[in-house]
């Protein structure tokens, strides 16, 4: 019900965005977040939005660099990942909860993940 895309190689300093596409259902009503894991870690909180987009929050790690943002027409958030370092290489996870959440396991629908890559 929620697809992930976006993902890829990208030198350190560089950009990508990745979308969060919903089928299925609407998710219009449901706060939505990314996270990401990288290989041998838990699972990270990277940011949340609001139903409606006014509201948003970040992971410290990724604050200032990284914007979260919705299109309920569309059906889809976004993340725009900039300034990109190598420790932000993981594989990256949108999903909905029906509350404002940073724990994974307060997030009731998850997509599948993209993998981003920063080479230094």
């Known amino acids: 019900q929620l697809q992930a895309s976006g993902g890829g190689l990208v030198q350190a300093g560089g950009s990508l965005r990745l979308s969060c596409s919903a089928s299925g259902r609407t998710f219009s009503n449901y706060y939505m977040g990314w996270f990401r894991q990288a290989p041998g870690k838990e699972r990270e909180f990277v940011a949340r939005i609001n139903w409606n987009g006014v509201s948003t929050y970040y992971a410290d790690s990724v604050k200032d660099r990284f914007t979260i943002s919705r299109d309920n027409a569309k059906n889809t958030v976004y993340l725009q990942l900039n300034s990109l370092k190598p420790e932000d290489t993981a594989v990256y996870y949108c999903?909905?909860?029906?509350?404002?959440?940073?724990?994974?396991?307060?997030?009731?629908?998850w997509g599948q993940g993209t993998q981003v890559t920063v080479s230094s």
């Open positions: 999903a909905a909860a029906r509350g404002a959440a940073q724990l994974a396991k307060n997030y009731d629908y």
